[in-house]
């Protein structure tokens, strides 16, 4: 049996119950990694923040609109100190203030959109080693999609990578363990043969998925579901210039949300 994993898209009711972290010894101080999308927060005198589907974060590296504009996708490594001053009257304020403890990683932005063609490779396309690997990449936020997809490749190879994350038109969910399943579809292309120093690397990628994520809640929430899962497709053997093998990854869990 596949195990599953839990992927909560809907906002928590607090950031203890979204982060992955531990405390520090005696302090109360907490670390951990999160993705997020930059949001101005109107509510904060348009302050820039991390907007981790769970809670906003105010770090202050990262109120930058130029290196960090709106809708830019970024990993962070970050600290609370609950102590602090700044971090009073959080639930009135609504945000914490945290530090950061190495740069921040901005996620780059693939493409996504429907499937039209599931048969024939595309220009360049390469074969993956995983359509998705569990990393401290994954959220769902604002429409956006942040997941980590595995490749052998070289570095210079790596550069010259455009990434695709589609979905049929005419969605038909499979039913895994009693729950619908729906399938993207994982797909890159590659240019330069170098493959000096390859090696299978997880590449953290952003999709905007808003309208397949919007379209499955819909109809999850006509059916009265709270969950269900989704599933990503990648090539794994070729014939001719066609696609004759797709894998799939470990189903995950999403939580239906309210309109």
């Not at 971090?87 to 009135?92: E, F, I, L, S, T």
């Not at 595309?122 to 998705?132: A, D, R, T, W």
């Not at 499979?174 to 993207?184: L, R």
């Not at 809640?217 to 696609?243: C, W």
């Amino acid at each position: 049996m596949k195990k599953c994993s839990v992927w909560v898209v809907a906002a928590l009711s607090a950031m203890m119950a979204l982060f992955t972290s531990c405390l520090n010894g005696g302090t109360n101080e907490q670390s951990g990694w999160v993705s997020g999308v930059m949001t101005r927060n109107m509510n904060a005198g348009g302050l820039m923040m991390l907007n981790t589907g769970g809670g906003m974060l105010y770090i202050a590296e990262l109120d930058n609109e130029t290196n960090y504009p709106a809708n830019t996708c970024v990993g962070v490594n970050w600290m609370i100190d609950y102590n602090a001053d700044e971090n009073a009257n959080v639930a009135q304020r609504g945000y914490y203030v945290a530090s950061i403890l190495q740069t921040p990683e901005i996620i780059e932005k693939g493409n996504a959109g429907y499937a039209t063609d599931t048969l024939n490779l595309m220009e360049n396309e390469v074969l993956l080693s995983s359509g998705y690997v569990t990393s401290n990449y994954q959220n769902y936020v604002d429409g956006w999609l942040m997941m980590a997809s595995s490749v052998r490749a070289s570095s210079s190879q790596l550069r010259t990578m455009e990434w695709y994350l589609s979905y049929p038109v005419e969605w038909k969910p499979v039913v895994y363990q009693g729950t619908n399943c729906y399938d993207f579809y994982v797909r890159a292309t590659m240019e330069g043969t170098d493959e000096t120093g390859a090696s299978v690397t997880a590449v953290p990628q952003a999709y905007n998925v808003k309208t397949a994520i919007d379209r499955i809640n819909s109809l999850e929430r006509a059916s009265g579901n709270e969950l269900y899962y989704i599933r990503f497709k990648y090539a794994t053997d070729t014939l001719n210039n066609q696609i004759t093998e797709w894998r799939v990854s470990d189903p995950l869990y999403m939580q239906v949300t309210q309109q």
